[in-house]
Nanobody, 125 residues
């Protein structure tokens, strides 16, 4: 069973930075699609950054240029470096994964079978 455990959330002022981590375990294949979603109160869950099995990373327009996703294969951990944070980035951030190749639309939450428990990010103005 795939397990995803997020960490690294917190509270920062606008313009600050945070780095989220997602430690993965239980993969039965080397081919999987993995990424980050977020959900603000009263809003739908939205994709932030998705890493395809070949290593290509796709970003939502709202975070491109400010957020960077990366993966440490030795630790089987996915990171999300968030810079120039804005109050509108405030949300619960979730790590998600599916076995096999990514399927489109990439940022559709229903495409992902496995989810972490989430980590809260709060950005104050």
């Amino acid at each position: 069973q795939v397990q995803l455990v997020e960490s690294g959330g917190g509270s920062v002022q606008a313009g600050g930075s945070l780095r989220l981590s997602c430690a993965a375990s239980g993969y039965t294949t080397n081919t999987y699609c993995m990424g980050w979603f977020r959900q603000a109160p009263g809003k739908e869950r939205e994709g932030v950054a998705i890493r395809e099995s070949g290593g290509v990373i796709n970003y939502a327009d709202s975070v491109r240029g400010r957020f960077t996703a990366s993966k440490d294969n030795a630790k089987n951990t996915l990171y999300l470096q968030m810079n120039s944070l804005k109050p509108e980035d405030t949300a619960m951030y979730y790590c998600a994964a599916k076995l096999g190749f990514c399927s489109w639309p990439l940022f559709e939450p229903a495409k992902y079978n496995y989810w972490g428990q989430g980590t809260q990010v709060t950005v104050s103005s």
